[in-house]
């Protein structure tokens, strides 16, 4: 598909290719909003308010089957349920899946309230968005794991398979197999095990699969769609170079704590 080239905008290849462009974030992250307005000015977003783990009734979310905790255990490598945190991150992007499938939008790129423009690699957003083909579901404009794969990472992944060839872990060799991106076009390759939501992008038949896979709530974020890369539900994508990186200090809101809630809240 063709992308209009950025020129010396540099979000104009983002604004062109989605019908939406949605940055989750909590009502009480004031400044986390204020920092986003000169850091995405130009970027045509919306902000998406999310669930906050300090206003979740954990149980009325379970008796209204919105989260399962039993099934989190299930999917979990651990065999863990949900934080608070973690669950309110989840039940965000799903409210995000949720309203793609009602309104039919094709193409969503989701951002939180600590994505970072790299603005140097946005150049090549253009040249990313155009080289994904007919048919993807899901594309990660920024992640963290196997930026590079190393020797020690392939490594990691044959003892990983012998162990879940006896049936030691919960992955499946398969899955196992598929761990690590591979080339695919000048700036994209097929999606491995990535990890983070803070950057990331799908189409309407992307947020049907995702919906469903999420209902009820049971996935961390970024493990939902780990798990449908990985068990080749998605067809799923990562530009190369990154387009959007992460706060790594997250900025103290009212009561003292951090305004993100990638994973813990």
């Known amino acids: 598909m063709t992308v209009a080239a950025g020129g010396a905008d540099p979000f104009a290849a983002l604004n062109g290719f989605f019908d939406r462009i949605l940055v989750v974030t909590l009502a009480r992250a004031k400044d986390r909003q204020a920092r986003l307005r000169g850091r995405l000015a130009g970027l045509r977003y919306e902000l998406v308010e999310g669930f906050d783990k300090a206003l979740l009734d954990v149980a009325d979310l379970v008796r209204a089957g919105s989260y399962d905790p039993a099934r989190a255990r299930r999917v979990d490598r651990f065999d863990r349920e949900l934080s608070p945190g973690q669950l309110g991150c989840s039940l965000s992007h799903r409210k995000i899946y949720e309203e793609a499938v009602r309104n039919g939008w094709r193409r969503v790129l989701v951002l939180e309230d600590d994505a970072v423009p790299r603005l ?45 060839a006896l049936r030691l872990m919960k992955w499946r060799p398969a899955q196992i197999l598929r761990f690590h991106p591979s080339p695919f076009s000048p700036h994209l390759l097929s999606a491995g095990l990535h990890h983070c939501t803070h950057a990331y992008a799908f189409t309407l038949p992307g947020a049907r699969k995702l919906l469903a896979a999420q209902s009820p709530t049971a996935f961390v974020a970024d493990q939902l769609l780990i798990h449908l890369v990985l068990s080749r539900e998605l067809r799923a994508f990562v530009t190369r170079p990154q387009l959007f990186d992460q706060e790594r200090y997250a900025a103290p809101v009212a009561g003292g704590e951090p305004a993100s809630f990638v994973s813990e809240g």
């Open 120 to 164: 140097a690699d946005l150049s090549t957003a253009a040249a990313a968005l155009s080289e994904l083909p007919e048919g993807w579901e899901l594309a990660y404009l920024g992640y963290e794991n196997f930026e590079e794969v190393t020797l020690r990472d392939r490594l990691k992944q044959a003892a990983y398979v012998v162990l879940a």
